[in-house]
Nanobody
């Protein structure tokens, strides 16, 4: 079965950078969408970015929330079947639990993804 394992979270000062990873295993469909969402107490869950791709290359351009455009970059390693989220110029507002998800197509809502990771915490001070 499909599993997602996130890593790379931690604590960082404002202005710093972190790179999150989401390793997928057991994926049998050739085209898929991997997305990152974030959730923090008292705030609505937010779709941060998503990347729809074939087994070889991206399909279309990635989606980014306005709040992270120009600071965050999503990428994928075909060999490792891992998606990365490079986060630069981090702000306190970026503090959240970051959760990755996968499906055959992209969704606006995390709950619409059948496969989700456990999340990795990012704290910006």
């Amino acid at each position: 079965h499909v599993q997602l394992v996130e890593s790379g979270g931690g604590s960082v000062q404002a202005g710093g950078s972190l790179r999150l990873s989401c390793a997928a295993s057991g994926v049998t469909y050739s085209a898929n969408c991997m997305g990152w969402f974030r959730q923090s107490p008292g705030k609505e869950r937010e779709g941060v970015t998503s990347l729809w791709r074939s087994a070889i290359s991206p399909l279309g351009i990635p989606y980014y929330a306005n709040s992270v455009k120009g600071r965050f970059t999503i990428s994928h390693d075909n060999v490792k079947n891992t998606v990365f989220l490079q986060m630069n110029k981090l702000q306190q507002e970026d503090s959240a639990m970051y959760i990755c998800a996968i499906d055959r197509r992209c969704h606006d809502i995390l709950d619409d993804y059948p496969i989700r990771g456990q999340g990795t915490q990012v704290t910006v001070s």
